[in-house]
C-alpha cells in the first residue's frame, strides 16, 4: 500500500508538470499508441516497476492526478478528438479516455516484465 500510494505521487506530481506545458494541438498524438509510448518514456525505471506492481482493479485511484494530467497534456478536454476516438473506438469522454490509456499504460508494462 505504501509504494502504492509513493507511486499516486510520482506520476501525480509529474501530471501537475505536465499541465504546465500542455502539448499544442501540432504536437498531440492522436493514438492510443503513440501516447503509451510517449508516458512510457517519460517513467523512470523505478516508476515503471511501482505501476507493474499494481493489480488492473486499482488503476481508479489514478484517474485523479496523472488521469488528470493526460487529459490536459494531450488536449483530451481541448479537442483531440483522434485520441479519444482511438481510445474509445468512438467519441467517448476525457475521462473514459484517460482511463483507456492509463490501462494501456499499465498493459504495456505487464508485457514488458
Known sequence: ????LLLALIIS??????DEQNLGPDKWPTTVEATVADILASLSAEDKEMLRKNKKDEL??????W???IRNYY???RGNEKLIESACGKGCHPDEASMVIIKAVWS???HEG
Open 1 to 4: 500500500m505504501k509504494k502504492t
Open 13 to 18: 506530481t509529474a501530471a501537475s508538470a505536465q
Open 60 to 65: 481508479i485511484m489514478y484517474h485523479h492526478g
Open 67 to 69: 488521469g488528470t494530467g
Open 75 to 77: 488536449g483530451l478536454w
Open 108 to 110: 504495456s508494462l505487464q
